[in-house]
């Protein structure tokens, strides 16, 4: 699929802007990650991935493991049946990251906010 990849000089533009943006972490994430770090250590917040430009809010970058905490911006309205669905830029984000081989978990908003410890 390498011809669908934009040139060299417009990918390097695209990966230089998002890296440029500086992550700030809700406090969904940090609760998420405060409940993470009282049961696995060595989680790092918003890790860069150097080969897509994105920031993974906790990442286990020698095993190539992520947990995306996803707030209510990441997904569309729920449908007739009350399903949330992941938006385009979140399922985008997901296939790259696959692509990079990354394993990556979802922890929606909806399903942390029903947990009550």
Not at 66 to 74: K, L, M, R, T
Request: hydrophobic share 40%; charged share 20%; net charge positive.
């Amino acid at each position: 699929a390498q011809q669908h990849l934009l040139p060299s000089p417009q990918r390097q533009l695209c990966r230089d802007a998002m890296v440029a943006t500086i992550a700030r972490p809700s406090g969904l994430q940090r609760s998420v990650a405060a409940a993470l770090a009282a049961v696995q250590h060595g989680f790092e917040e918003e890790h860069l991935e150097p080969r897509t430009g994105y920031s993974l809010d906790l990442a286990l970058p020698s095993t190539r493991f992520a947990i995306e905490v996803d707030g209510p911006s990441h997904f569309l309205l729920p449908d007739g049946r009350g399903v949330r669905r992941p938006n385009g830029p979140t399922l985008l984000k997901r296939r790259l990251l696959a692509a990079a081989g990354w394993r990556v978990i979802s922890v929606p908003f909806y399903e942390w906010n029903g947990v009550a410890t």
